[in-house]
């Protein structure tokens, strides 16, 4: 199988990876960056879990050829604080693990783009994010601490 090379910036560091022609970023950040905090889930787009910053807007993975990213910024969920992370685990927005990631991209983006949610409410926004275990109240909890308005949206 043909190879690429594909030179982008990983967490703040440059990085190059010969990876096959039809890689995804998803296998790219697995397999070859040892980013493995991001996961597969349903490998469809249709999850979240994979979901990292691409030029700082979040992105399905899953979905993205690692061609693509070429010259561009990826943030996957290890260049998030610890912090944000234990905000929502301590309000059980994360139960076995596999959605966490991706959600926890996702409220990163909300927290630095917070002005969104005066057009969209939290559950809308994270309905990208499907999580089996939490029944989505812990996540909204959540998101409305790391955000800090704790109560703001009913859950």
Same mark, same amino acid.
């Given at each position: 199988?043909?190879?690429?090379?594909?030179?982008?910036?990983?967490?703040?560091?440059?990085?190059?990876?010969?990876? +096959?022609?039809?890689?995804?970023?998803?296998?790219?950040?697995?397999? !070859?960056?040892?980013?493995?905090?991001?996961?597969?889930?349903?490998?469809?787009?249709?999850?979240?879990?994979?979901?990292?910053?691409? !030029?700082?807007? +979040?992105?399905?993975?899953?979905?993205?050829?690692?061609?693509?990213?070429?010259?561009?910024?990826?943030?996957?969920?290890?260049?998030?604080?610890?912090?944000?992370?234990?905000?929502?685990?301590?309000?059980?927005?994360?139960?076995?693990?596999?959605?966490?990631?991706?959600?926890?991209?996702?409220?990163?983006?909300?927290?630095?783009? +917070?002005?969104?949610? !005066?057009?969209?409410?939290?559950?809308?926004?994270?309905?990208?994010?499907?999580?089996?275990?939490?029944?989505? !109240?812990?996540?909204?909890?959540?998101?409305?601490?790391?955000?800090?308005?704790?109560?703001?949206?009913?859950?």
């Amino acid at each position: 199988m043909d190879r690429i090379e594909v030179s982008f910036i990983l967490n703040g560091e440059a990085a190059k990876q010969s990876v +096959p022609a039809d890689a995804r970023l998803l296998d790219m950040l697995r397999y !070859d960056c040892d980013a493995t905090g991001t996961k597969e889930g349903c490998g469809e787009g249709e999850c979240g879990a994979c979901t990292v910053l691409l !030029d700082g807007l +979040p992105v399905n993975s899953c979905l993205v050829p690692a061609f693509q990213v070429e010259g561009r910024e990826i943030e996957s969920v290890e260049s998030t604080s610890a912090e944000l992370a234990e905000t929502m685990n301590a309000v059980g927005a994360a139960q076995c693990g596999a959605c966490t990631p991706g959600i926890v991209m996702t409220t990163r983006w909300l927290a630095e783009h +917070p002005d969104v949610l !005066d057009q969209i409410p939290i559950r809308m926004f994270m309905a990208g994010n499907l999580c089996r275990c939490t029944g989505y !109240d812990g996540v909204i909890e959540g998101v409305n601490r790391v955000l800090g308005r704790p109560g703001e949206e009913e859950v």
